[in-house]
């Protein structure tokens, strides 16, 4: 089993940043994904970025070039650095862990989530 603990969410204006932690406690040693998502009011969860066991990362579309994934070898952190916020941002953000090789950015590929950071971007 895994435990995930998020923390770093918070208001911000639009343009600015913010810098999400995710700390991960058990048997790390299984985990071949790791991912942040979101979700916003009314809107079904969505895929925002992860990191692979080889450190290869993926993003969505609508974060690429704003937003970057990081992490430590030994999968205890995760960090999702968020440059550029917009409004459209505001959500509240899931980190994510998988131990399956080929879970890429779908949700229900993984198993372990924390509780949510809340992300609120004014304009």
């Known amino acids: 089993q895994v435990q995930l603990a998020e923390s770093g969410g918070g208001l911000v204006q639009a343009g600015g940043s913010l810098r999400l932690s995710c700390v991960a406690s058990g048997r790390t040693v299984s985990i071949l994904n790791r991912g942040w998502f979101r979700q916003a009011p009314g809107k079904e969860r969505e895929f925002v970025a992860r990191m692979n066991w080889n450190g290869a990362t993926e993003y969505a579309e609508s974060v690429r070039g704003r937003f970057t994934i990081s992490g430590d070898n030994d999968k205890k952190m995760t960090f999702l650095q968020m440059n550029s916020l917009k409004p459209e941002d505001t959500a509240v953000y899931y980190c994510?862990?998988?131990?399956?090789?080929?879970?890429?950015?779908?949700?229900?590929?993984?198993?372990?989530w924390g509780q949510g950071t809340q992300v609120t971007v004014s304009s």
């Open positions: 994510a862990h998988s131990a399956d090789r080929f879970a890429a950015s779908r949700g229900v590929a993984y198993h372990y």
